[in-house]
């Protein structure tokens, strides 16, 4: 079960045995290729008996306004299924979670972009995919130019961009917005050197400006930077949450 909102606006986050279970598709399953109406079939009718892998398993902790929570632990922990689950895009199979305010993550900033579509209307599509309204967009619009300086291809199909060019449009686009609670799956940075420093900037000012961040990355010195407290995982369950320094010290002396 979940829910939207919590009757403390201190707390901005409220998990309480949390967990996620998904089915599991075996080699022995038929293939989609071979037989996929076969294959749908017995995903959303059952007609087949399926295991269930639990990617989350009783999670609980709270957040309060201000704090800023790393989500530490090794590859497979469950660290971005967390985020997703906090940012709504998986319900938890059970337990309860409140989130207190709009809670956004920046997972794919190249999510929904398309080849085909000029610069221009993969702004469009972009920000209506993150649920900014048209007028929204069309307000943003100059700020996104201006951040990117692609001015002058914004015209052309996404295609004809650079691998950095189409970098800055989807840094540009995915952090326009400002969202109560920060959700990162790792920090957001590019190749060209000069143009990160302006992403750097950008990445800070959203921290600074949200009421809570929950980043999970591997970077110990990032995550000293930018957090006050920890949250461990193992194999998709919470080992120890608290001070930052704490939870490193935890990982690395229980789970390292």
């Not at 000293?224 to 002396?253: I, N, Q």
């Amino acid at each position: 079960m979940s829910s939207l909102q919590s009757a403390d606006p201190a707390t901005l986050i409220d998990a309480q045995n949390v967990s996620l279970h998904v089915p599991v598709i075996t080699q022995a399953d038929r293939s989609l290729r071979a037989n996929p109406m076969r294959l749908i079939s017995d995903l959303y009718f059952s007609r087949s008996k399926r295991g269930m892998a639990t990617l989350l398993d009783g999670v609980s902790f709270k957040m309060e306004a201000g704090q800023r929570l790393g989500v530490i632990g090794a590859n497979g922990a469950g660290k971005s299924t967390l985020l997703r689950v906090l940012a709504g895009i998986y319900q938890p199979s059970s337990g309860r979670l409140v989130v207190n305010g709009e809670a956004k993550g920046l997972f794919d900033i190249s999510l929904g972009m398309q080849q085909e579509a000029t610069g221009f209307e993969n702004i469009y599509m972009r920000g209506l995919q993150m649920g900014l309204g048209l007028r929204e967009i069309r307000r943003l619009i100059p700020e996104v130019l201006g951040f990117t300086e692609l001015s002058e291809h914004i015209d052309k199909p996404l295609s004809t961009y650079s691998t950095g060019m189409r970098l800055r449009l989807a840094v540009a686009v995915s952090t326009m917005i400002e969202p109560d609670i920060l959700l990162l799956d790792e920090w957001i940075g590019t190749g060209d050197a000069r143009f990160s420093e302006k992403v750097k900037a950008r990445m800070m000012s959203l921290v600074e400006g949200s009421r809570g961040l929950v980043i999970a990355t591997h970077n110990d010195v990032l995550m000293r930077s930018l957090c006050t407290h920890g949250l461990v995982l193992e194999k998709g369950r919470m080992r120890f949450v608290g001070p930052l320094d704490d939870a490193l010290a935890f990982y690395k002396e229980v789970c390292g």
